[in-house]
Protein backbone atom coordinates (compact mmCIF):
# COMPACT_ATOMS: atom_id res chain seq x y z
CA UNK A 1 0.00 0.00 0.00
CA UNK A 2 3.03 2.40 0.98
CA UNK A 3 4.46 1.61 -2.54
CA UNK A 4 1.42 2.52 -4.31
CA UNK A 5 0.84 6.09 -2.06
CA UNK A 6 4.30 6.94 -2.70
CA UNK A 7 4.02 7.09 -6.15
CA UNK A 8 0.63 8.76 -6.35
CA UNK A 9 2.48 11.31 -3.95
CA UNK A 10 5.17 11.43 -6.37
CA UNK A 11 2.76 11.83 -9.48
CA UNK A 12 1.07 14.53 -8.25
CA UNK A 13 3.82 16.67 -7.06
CA UNK A 14 6.13 16.41 -10.52
CA UNK A 15 2.62 17.68 -12.23
CA UNK A 16 2.47 20.51 -9.54
CA UNK A 17 6.40 21.56 -9.35
CA UNK A 18 6.70 20.30 -13.17
CA UNK A 19 6.97 24.04 -14.53
CA UNK A 20 9.36 25.28 -11.50
CA UNK A 21 11.43 21.94 -12.01
CA UNK A 22 12.14 22.78 -15.63
CA UNK A 23 12.58 25.97 -15.13
CA UNK A 24 15.56 25.54 -12.56
CA UNK A 25 16.52 22.47 -14.54
CA UNK A 26 17.37 24.69 -17.43
CA UNK A 27 18.39 27.88 -14.90
CA UNK A 28 20.85 25.74 -13.03
CA UNK A 29 24.01 24.53 -14.37
CA UNK A 30 24.63 22.45 -11.59
CA UNK A 31 20.60 20.72 -12.19
CA UNK A 32 21.06 21.15 -15.69
CA UNK A 33 24.05 18.74 -16.03
CA UNK A 34 22.45 15.92 -13.38
CA UNK A 35 18.57 16.24 -14.19
CA UNK A 36 18.34 14.78 -17.75
CA UNK A 37 21.22 11.71 -16.95
CA UNK A 38 19.43 10.97 -13.83
CA UNK A 39 16.13 10.50 -15.16
CA UNK A 40 16.94 8.66 -18.63
CA UNK A 41 20.29 6.40 -17.73
CA UNK A 42 23.02 6.19 -21.03
CA UNK A 43 23.18 2.64 -22.47
CA UNK A 44 26.78 1.10 -21.48
CA UNK A 45 28.50 -1.39 -23.96
CA UNK A 46 30.78 -3.70 -23.25
CA UNK A 47 34.73 -2.10 -23.91
CA UNK A 48 35.83 -4.73 -25.65
CA UNK A 49 32.71 -5.39 -27.96
CA UNK A 50 31.07 -2.01 -28.86
CA UNK A 51 27.75 -3.70 -29.91
CA UNK A 52 27.21 -6.03 -26.69
CA UNK A 53 26.05 -4.55 -23.54
CA UNK A 54 27.15 -5.88 -20.49
CA UNK A 55 25.50 -8.91 -18.85
CA UNK A 56 25.19 -9.25 -14.75
CA UNK A 57 27.88 -7.02 -13.43
CA UNK A 58 27.63 -5.69 -9.65
CA UNK A 59 26.27 -2.36 -8.98
CA UNK A 60 27.83 -0.30 -6.56
CA UNK A 61 26.38 3.13 -5.61
CA UNK A 62 27.55 6.18 -3.49
CA UNK A 63 25.92 9.50 -2.71
CA UNK A 64 27.89 11.82 -2.90
CA UNK A 65 32.34 12.61 -2.47
CA UNK A 66 32.52 11.39 1.09
CA UNK A 67 30.26 8.06 0.08
CA UNK A 68 32.64 7.73 -2.99
CA UNK A 69 35.45 8.19 -1.13
CA UNK A 70 34.73 5.88 1.55
CA UNK A 71 33.61 3.40 -1.52
CA UNK A 72 37.11 3.88 -3.32
CA UNK A 73 39.11 0.60 -1.15
CA UNK A 74 36.13 -1.63 -1.77
CA UNK A 75 35.97 -1.00 -5.72
CA UNK A 76 39.97 -2.00 -6.01
CA UNK A 77 39.01 -5.23 -4.13
CA UNK A 78 35.88 -5.83 -6.12
CA UNK A 79 38.01 -5.09 -9.17
CA UNK A 80 41.16 -7.62 -7.68
CA UNK A 81 38.30 -10.07 -7.11
CA UNK A 82 35.90 -10.27 -10.28
CA UNK A 83 37.62 -7.62 -12.64
CA UNK A 84 36.72 -4.24 -13.64
CA UNK A 85 34.52 -5.39 -16.93
CA UNK A 86 31.94 -6.81 -14.18
CA UNK A 87 31.51 -3.66 -12.38
CA UNK A 88 29.20 -0.21 -12.59
CA UNK A 89 29.51 2.68 -10.53
CA UNK A 90 27.00 4.95 -9.89
CA UNK A 91 26.71 8.68 -7.92
CA UNK A 92 23.64 10.49 -7.34
CA UNK A 93 25.68 14.62 -6.90
CA UNK A 94 27.54 16.45 -9.28
CA UNK A 95 30.27 16.83 -7.07
CA UNK A 96 30.19 13.16 -5.65
CA UNK A 97 30.18 12.03 -10.17
CA UNK A 98 33.16 14.42 -10.82
CA UNK A 99 35.19 12.77 -7.56
CA UNK A 100 33.93 9.29 -8.82
CA UNK A 101 35.53 9.74 -12.31
CA UNK A 102 38.56 10.57 -11.25
CA UNK A 103 38.70 7.79 -8.39
CA UNK A 104 36.46 5.27 -9.19
CA UNK A 105 36.85 5.08 -12.93
CA UNK A 106 40.47 2.72 -13.34
CA UNK A 107 38.28 0.09 -11.39
CA UNK A 108 34.97 -0.06 -13.00
CA UNK A 109 33.58 -0.22 -16.93
CA UNK A 110 30.92 2.68 -16.60
CA UNK A 111 30.27 5.36 -14.11
CA UNK A 112 26.56 6.82 -14.48
CA UNK A 113 24.49 9.21 -12.63
CA UNK A 114 22.14 7.52 -9.71
CA UNK A 115 18.15 7.64 -11.08
CA UNK A 116 16.19 9.23 -9.85
CA UNK A 117 13.17 7.58 -7.66
CA UNK A 118 10.39 7.62 -10.50
CA UNK A 119 9.27 4.13 -11.72
CA UNK A 120 10.73 5.05 -15.09
CA UNK A 121 13.45 5.81 -14.56
CA UNK A 122 14.64 3.39 -12.13
CA UNK A 123 13.37 0.62 -14.58
CA UNK A 124 15.33 2.16 -17.16
CA UNK A 125 18.53 1.96 -14.82
CA UNK A 126 17.57 -2.12 -14.18
CA UNK A 127 17.23 -2.20 -18.16
CA UNK A 128 20.56 -0.50 -18.71
CA UNK A 129 23.06 -1.90 -15.98
CA UNK A 130 20.69 -5.65 -15.52
CA UNK A 131 22.66 -6.26 -12.17
CA UNK A 132 23.14 -9.47 -10.50
CA UNK A 133 23.74 -7.25 -7.29
CA UNK A 134 23.46 -4.15 -5.64
CA UNK A 135 25.70 -2.63 -3.38
CA UNK A 136 24.73 0.66 -1.64
CA UNK A 137 27.69 2.74 0.53
CA UNK A 138 26.34 4.28 3.40
CA UNK A 139 23.28 5.56 2.72
CA UNK A 140 20.77 6.50 0.58
CA UNK A 141 17.59 5.06 0.39
CA UNK A 142 14.58 5.25 -1.78
CA UNK A 143 11.32 3.16 -1.99
CA UNK A 144 10.95 2.62 -5.47
CA UNK A 145 14.82 1.73 -5.85
CA UNK A 146 14.44 -0.84 -2.95
CA UNK A 147 10.94 -2.07 -4.22
CA UNK A 148 11.89 -2.51 -7.47
CA UNK A 149 14.97 -4.66 -6.13
CA UNK A 150 12.90 -6.65 -4.40
CA UNK A 151 9.82 -7.24 -7.15
CA UNK A 152 13.42 -8.43 -9.44
CA UNK A 153 14.83 -10.49 -6.34
CA UNK A 154 17.88 -8.89 -6.73
CA UNK A 155 20.14 -9.13 -4.09
CA UNK A 156 21.14 -5.59 -2.35
CA UNK A 157 23.66 -4.81 0.52
CA UNK A 158 24.25 -1.94 3.11
CA UNK A 159 27.81 -1.65 3.41
CA UNK A 160 29.95 0.67 5.52
CA UNK A 161 26.32 1.56 7.41
CA UNK A 162 25.85 4.36 9.82
CA UNK A 163 22.82 5.90 11.57
CA UNK A 164 23.79 9.70 13.18
CA UNK A 165 22.25 10.46 16.18
CA UNK A 166 20.04 13.11 13.81
CA UNK A 167 19.50 10.38 10.87
CA UNK A 168 18.74 7.28 13.82
CA UNK A 169 15.97 10.26 15.35
CA UNK A 170 14.55 10.69 12.05
CA UNK A 171 14.05 7.55 11.30
CA UNK A 172 12.34 6.73 14.56
CA UNK A 173 9.59 8.79 13.93
CA UNK A 174 8.83 6.88 10.23
CA UNK A 175 9.48 3.81 11.82
CA UNK A 176 6.43 2.34 10.19
CA UNK A 177 8.15 3.08 6.81
CA UNK A 178 11.66 2.43 7.55
CA UNK A 179 11.11 -1.09 8.89
CA UNK A 180 9.62 -2.69 5.29
CA UNK A 181 12.48 -0.90 3.59
CA UNK A 182 15.32 -1.60 5.69
CA UNK A 183 13.84 -5.31 5.42
CA UNK A 184 14.82 -5.34 1.67
CA UNK A 185 18.42 -5.33 2.41
CA UNK A 186 19.96 -8.66 2.50
CA UNK A 187 22.72 -7.36 4.60
CA UNK A 188 23.61 -4.54 6.13
CA UNK A 189 27.36 -4.02 7.47
CA UNK A 190 27.36 -1.55 10.17
CA UNK A 191 30.44 0.27 10.97
CA UNK A 192 30.19 -0.02 14.47
CA UNK A 193 28.33 -1.98 17.25
CA UNK A 194 26.20 1.38 18.16
CA UNK A 195 25.41 1.62 14.45
CA UNK A 196 24.02 -2.29 14.95
CA UNK A 197 21.69 -1.63 17.82
CA UNK A 198 20.46 1.19 16.28
CA UNK A 199 19.62 -1.25 12.76
CA UNK A 200 17.67 -3.36 15.21
CA UNK A 201 15.61 -0.52 17.38
CA UNK A 202 14.64 0.09 13.48
CA UNK A 203 13.18 -3.53 12.97
CA UNK A 204 16.32 -5.40 11.13
CA UNK A 205 16.96 -8.96 11.73
CA UNK A 206 19.52 -9.80 14.04
CA UNK A 207 20.73 -12.25 10.97
CA UNK A 208 21.01 -9.43 8.25
CA UNK A 209 23.36 -7.39 10.84
CA UNK A 210 27.27 -7.65 11.01
CA UNK A 211 29.69 -5.35 12.12
CA UNK A 212 32.89 -5.71 10.06
CA UNK A 213 33.92 -1.98 10.38
CA UNK A 214 34.49 1.63 8.49
CA UNK A 215 35.60 1.30 5.45
CA UNK A 216 37.18 4.74 5.66
CA UNK A 217 40.27 3.33 7.48
CA UNK A 218 41.07 1.37 4.67
CA UNK A 219 41.97 3.98 1.83
CA UNK A 220 45.52 4.60 0.20
CA UNK A 221 47.43 6.10 3.18
CA UNK A 222 48.46 9.69 1.98
CA UNK A 223 51.75 9.89 1.60
CA UNK A 224 54.81 10.41 -0.47
CA UNK A 225 58.55 10.92 -1.60
CA UNK A 226 59.59 14.42 -1.30
CA UNK A 227 60.02 14.55 -5.11
CA UNK A 228 56.25 14.12 -4.92
CA UNK A 229 55.52 16.56 -2.19
CA UNK A 230 57.81 19.24 -4.59
CA UNK A 231 55.39 17.77 -7.45
CA UNK A 232 52.25 18.58 -5.65
CA UNK A 233 53.49 21.86 -4.52
CA UNK A 234 54.28 23.26 -7.49
CA UNK A 235 50.80 21.99 -8.84
CA UNK A 236 48.87 23.46 -6.54
CA UNK A 237 51.41 26.47 -6.15
CA UNK A 238 51.79 26.34 -2.32
CA UNK A 239 55.21 27.82 -0.93
CA UNK A 240 57.93 25.45 -0.10
CA UNK A 241 58.68 26.40 3.75
CA UNK A 242 57.04 28.24 6.29
CA UNK A 243 54.30 26.92 8.06
CA UNK A 244 51.42 25.56 5.70
CA UNK A 245 48.03 24.78 6.94
CA UNK A 246 45.13 22.59 4.94
CA UNK A 247 41.26 23.85 5.76
CA UNK A 248 39.31 20.97 4.23
CA UNK A 249 35.53 20.37 2.80
CA UNK A 250 35.03 24.20 4.96
CA UNK A 251 31.08 24.89 4.97
CA UNK A 252 29.70 28.93 4.89
CA UNK A 253 30.38 30.29 7.81
CA UNK A 254 33.56 28.69 8.70
CA UNK A 255 35.57 30.47 5.72
CA UNK A 256 34.99 34.06 8.23
CA UNK A 257 35.81 32.46 11.30
CA UNK A 258 39.04 30.36 9.60
CA UNK A 259 40.38 34.11 8.08
CA UNK A 260 39.68 35.47 11.92
CA UNK A 261 41.79 33.10 13.33
CA UNK A 262 44.33 33.59 10.59
CA UNK A 263 44.36 37.32 11.47
CA UNK A 264 44.41 36.80 14.78
CA UNK A 265 47.26 34.48 14.41
CA UNK A 266 49.67 36.95 12.50
CA UNK A 267 48.59 39.52 14.97
CA UNK A 268 49.63 37.66 17.73
CA UNK A 269 52.81 36.68 16.25
CA UNK A 270 53.66 40.58 15.09
CA UNK A 271 53.18 41.57 19.16
CA UNK A 272 55.51 39.02 20.40
CA UNK A 273 58.25 39.31 17.84
CA UNK A 274 58.23 35.57 17.05
CA UNK A 275 61.15 33.60 15.70
CA UNK A 276 58.42 32.96 12.26
CA UNK A 277 57.66 35.62 9.76
CA UNK A 278 53.55 35.88 9.94
CA UNK A 279 53.86 36.36 6.39
CA UNK A 280 55.43 32.71 6.44
CA UNK A 281 51.90 31.54 7.07
CA UNK A 282 49.95 29.91 4.59
CA UNK A 283 46.89 28.55 4.37
CA UNK A 284 44.93 26.25 2.07
CA UNK A 285 41.14 26.56 2.08
CA UNK A 286 39.68 23.66 0.34
CA UNK A 287 35.63 24.84 0.00
CA UNK A 288 33.14 21.49 0.41
CA UNK A 289 31.35 23.23 -2.96
CA UNK A 290 34.27 23.90 -5.20
CA UNK A 291 31.66 26.48 -6.91
CA UNK A 292 32.27 28.72 -3.83
CA UNK A 293 36.11 29.42 -4.07
CA UNK A 294 35.37 32.94 -5.81
CA UNK A 295 33.42 34.23 -2.82
CA UNK A 296 35.74 32.70 -0.25
CA UNK A 297 38.92 34.19 -1.48
CA UNK A 298 37.19 37.56 -1.54
CA UNK A 299 35.85 36.93 1.83
CA UNK A 300 39.76 36.45 2.79
CA UNK A 301 40.18 40.01 1.00
CA UNK A 302 37.80 41.86 2.50
CA UNK A 303 39.43 40.88 6.09
CA UNK A 304 42.94 42.16 4.03
CA UNK A 305 43.98 39.10 4.18
CA UNK A 306 45.66 38.25 0.46
CA UNK A 307 43.51 35.21 -0.71
CA UNK A 308 43.20 33.92 -4.32
CA UNK A 309 41.49 30.72 -6.21
CA UNK A 310 44.15 28.22 -7.65
CA UNK A 311 43.04 29.57 -11.36
CA UNK A 312 44.00 33.05 -10.42
CA UNK A 313 47.43 31.76 -9.07
CA UNK A 314 47.53 29.38 -12.68
CA UNK A 315 46.57 32.60 -15.00
CA UNK A 316 47.84 35.28 -13.34
CA UNK A 317 51.71 36.38 -12.35
CA UNK A 318 51.93 35.11 -8.59
CA UNK A 319 51.41 37.93 -6.32
CA UNK A 320 51.98 37.47 -2.59
CA UNK A 321 49.57 35.57 -1.27
CA UNK A 322 48.69 34.13 2.51
CA UNK A 323 45.79 32.12 1.61
CA UNK A 324 45.05 29.94 -1.43
CA UNK A 325 41.66 28.91 -2.05
CA UNK A 326 41.44 25.16 -4.16
CA UNK A 327 38.32 25.30 -6.57
CA UNK A 328 38.77 21.88 -8.20
CA UNK A 329 37.46 18.70 -7.16
CA UNK A 330 40.55 16.01 -6.58
CA UNK A 331 43.02 18.12 -4.85
CA UNK A 332 42.01 17.76 -1.40
CA UNK A 333 44.26 14.66 -0.57
CA UNK A 334 47.29 16.03 -2.00
CA UNK A 335 47.34 19.22 -0.05
CA UNK A 336 47.08 17.40 3.11
CA UNK A 337 50.36 15.70 1.60
CA UNK A 338 52.34 18.44 1.91
CA UNK A 339 50.88 20.64 5.07
CA UNK A 340 51.87 20.82 8.60
CA UNK A 341 48.33 20.30 9.85
CA UNK A 342 44.37 20.14 8.84
CA UNK A 343 41.47 21.93 9.98
CA UNK A 344 38.23 19.32 8.43
CA UNK A 345 35.27 21.75 7.93
CA UNK A 346 31.63 20.89 8.30
CA UNK A 347 32.44 20.62 12.04
CA UNK A 348 32.32 24.46 13.39
CA UNK A 349 28.80 24.91 12.12
CA UNK A 350 25.85 22.17 11.83
CA UNK A 351 26.80 20.02 9.03
CA UNK A 352 27.57 17.09 11.10
CA UNK A 353 31.31 17.24 10.44
CA UNK A 354 33.83 16.02 7.29
CA UNK A 355 36.13 12.53 7.04
CA UNK A 356 39.07 13.20 9.27
CA UNK A 357 41.34 10.08 8.30
CA UNK A 358 42.54 11.64 5.31
CA UNK A 359 45.12 13.64 7.33
CA UNK A 360 45.23 11.85 9.73
CA UNK A 361 46.67 8.78 7.64
CA UNK A 362 49.09 11.12 6.37
CA UNK A 363 50.44 12.01 10.31
CA UNK A 364 49.14 15.14 10.81
CA UNK A 365 47.28 16.76 13.64
CA UNK A 366 43.59 17.50 12.93
CA UNK A 367 41.49 20.27 14.49
CA UNK A 368 37.67 20.11 14.21
CA UNK A 369 34.74 21.88 15.56
CA UNK A 370 32.37 20.54 17.86
CA UNK A 371 29.97 19.30 15.54
CA UNK A 372 30.93 15.95 14.48
CA UNK A 373 27.42 13.66 14.63
CA UNK A 374 28.26 12.21 11.08
CA UNK A 375 31.88 10.95 11.92
CA UNK A 376 31.65 10.88 15.96
CA UNK A 377 33.32 7.72 16.71
CA UNK A 378 35.94 8.13 14.29
CA UNK A 379 36.72 12.16 15.61
CA UNK A 380 36.33 10.16 19.45
CA UNK A 381 39.17 7.57 18.51
CA UNK A 382 41.31 10.08 17.36
CA UNK A 383 40.81 12.19 19.89
CA UNK A 384 41.50 9.25 23.03
CA UNK A 385 44.84 8.84 20.84
CA UNK A 386 46.03 12.10 21.50
CA UNK A 387 45.86 12.77 17.54
CA UNK A 388 42.83 15.38 16.92
CA UNK A 389 41.88 18.30 19.01
CA UNK A 390 38.78 20.15 19.09
CA UNK A 391 38.13 23.79 19.23
CA UNK A 392 35.29 25.50 19.37
CA UNK A 393 35.96 29.36 18.75
CA UNK A 394 38.14 31.79 16.55
CA UNK A 395 40.59 32.33 19.85
CA UNK A 396 41.16 28.74 20.48
CA UNK A 397 41.29 27.64 16.65
CA UNK A 398 44.11 31.10 16.82
CA UNK A 399 45.77 29.71 19.98
CA UNK A 400 46.12 25.87 18.78
CA UNK A 401 47.73 27.11 15.55
CA UNK A 402 50.01 29.32 17.38
CA UNK A 403 50.48 25.88 19.80
CA UNK A 404 51.39 23.87 16.94
CA UNK A 405 54.10 26.39 15.32
CA UNK A 406 55.61 27.05 18.76
CA UNK A 407 55.70 23.30 19.38
CA UNK A 408 56.32 21.04 16.31
CA UNK A 409 57.78 18.12 17.68
CA UNK A 410 54.75 17.57 20.01
CA UNK A 411 52.26 18.43 16.48
CA UNK A 412 54.63 15.51 15.00
CA UNK A 413 53.53 13.31 17.86
CA UNK A 414 50.21 13.77 17.50
CA UNK A 415 49.96 13.13 14.05
CA UNK A 416 51.56 10.14 14.69
CA UNK A 417 48.98 9.07 16.83
CA UNK A 418 46.58 9.58 15.07
CA UNK A 419 48.18 7.97 11.87
CA UNK A 420 48.32 4.58 14.65
CA UNK A 421 44.95 4.92 14.79
CA UNK A 422 44.29 4.98 10.87
CA UNK A 423 46.17 1.84 10.90
CA UNK A 424 45.05 -0.19 13.63
CA UNK A 425 40.88 0.09 12.09
CA UNK A 426 42.22 -1.32 8.44
CA UNK A 427 40.69 -4.33 7.45
CA UNK A 428 36.97 -3.54 6.90
CA UNK A 429 37.06 -4.02 3.39
CA UNK A 430 37.85 -7.57 3.42
CA UNK A 431 35.60 -8.44 6.37
CA UNK A 432 33.09 -7.23 4.36
CA UNK A 433 33.45 -9.17 1.28
CA UNK A 434 33.27 -12.37 3.35
CA UNK A 435 29.78 -11.30 4.55
CA UNK A 436 28.51 -9.98 1.39
CA UNK A 437 30.01 -12.27 -1.24
CA UNK A 438 30.16 -10.86 -4.41
CA UNK A 439 28.64 -13.15 -6.05
CA UNK A 440 25.48 -12.44 -4.32
CA UNK A 441 25.72 -15.97 -2.53
CA UNK A 442 24.64 -15.54 1.19
CA UNK A 443 27.73 -16.76 3.76
CA UNK A 444 27.01 -20.23 4.26
Known amino acids: MFFYFYNLLMMVVMIIAA ?9 SQKRRHTLFKRLFMARIRHPHCSAAPFSSPIWIHALSVGEVLSAEPLVIALKKSIGAENLIFTASTRTGFETASQVIFPHVAAIRYFPHDTV ?3 LRAFDVIRPKQVIVVETDIWPNFLMLLKHRHIPVCLVNARLSDRSFA ?19 CAQTEKDRQRFLALGVLAEKLAVPGNLKFDQPAIGGSPQKQDQIRE ?10 WVAGSTHPGEEVMLAQAFGLLQTRMREKQSDMNPENLFLVVVPRNPDRAREVANLFQSLKIPAATLMDRESRTR ?11 GLLRDVYAVCHGAFVGGSLVKAGGHNPLEPASAARPVLFGPYVDDFGWIY ?6 GGA ?17 NHPEKAGIMGNAGQAVFFRHQGAVQRTLDIIRPDGKKPE
Do not use: H
Not at 19 to 27: D, E, K, L, T
Open 19 to 27: PVWIVMGIA
Open 120 to 122: FSV
Open 170 to 188: GYKRISFLMKPLLSVFDTI
Open 235 to 244: KCRIPKGGFV
Open 319 to 329: SEISVLVIDRI
Open 380 to 385: QELENA
Open 389 to 405: LCIRSVDTLAKSLEWFL
